[in-house]
């Protein structure tokens, strides 16, 4: 049996309002954390990449954590380049070590529907080509459906992770209350 690439395990932050977070990532994996803008996103990266630890509960690797976060703050290095050349450019930066997880902070949304369905489907080969885990944050629900093998919402609130699979969340949602 294939181990966890990646496991956190009851992480909770009271200063940003994170509750009892269980998500486990396999090596092959990709997920996609669907969240509003105020739901704290951000601070699973940093738990994740290790540059801040949680109060409570524990994030395990198995091996060696080899992360790389592409965002669209990272993006800025080439002013006159496209939203996409620097997008294109951020990735290719992001794959030369081959890390084992990458993580995609937003990182389309400053891109038209032609350019983004044209990267999502560049992103999955890549990680599959690369067997490295993608770990997508967006407050999408399409463009995460589209993408990810799972989709975990977070609600406001308790941010509690609730797991959609690869439909997105609202319509899982109907479909269970018929």
Request: aromatic fraction near 4%; hydrophobic fraction near 40%.
């Amino acid at each position: 049996m294939e181990k966890a690439l990646l496991e956190l395990n009851q992480i909770g932050q009271t200063d940003v309002e994170l509750q009892k977070v269980n998500l486990t990532i396999m090596p092959t994996d990709f997920v996609a954390i669907v969240g509003l803008n105020s739901v704290n996103k951000h601070a699973l990266i940093e738990f994740v990449t290790g540059s801040r630890q949680p109060k409570n509960g524990e994030v395990n690797w198995t091996g060696t954590r080899s992360v790389r976060v592409i965002s669209q703050h990272n993006r800025t290095d080439l002013i006159k380049a496209t939203a996409e050349q620097r997008f294109r450019l951020a990735l290719a930066r992001s794959l030369v070590n081959r890390p084992s997880l990458l993580i995609l902070d937003d990182p389309f949304g400053s891109l038209n529907m032609a350019v983004k369905r044209e990267l999502y489907q560049l992103v999955n080969k890549i990680g599959t080509q690369m067997k490295a885990a993608v770990l997508l944050l967006t407050h999408d629900v399409n463009e995460a459906a589209r993408m990810a093998q799972r989709v975990i919402g977070i609600r406001n609130g308790s941010n509690q992770f609730e797991e959609c699979g690869a439909r997105g969340c609202d319509e899982q949602k109907n479909r269970s209350s018929h």
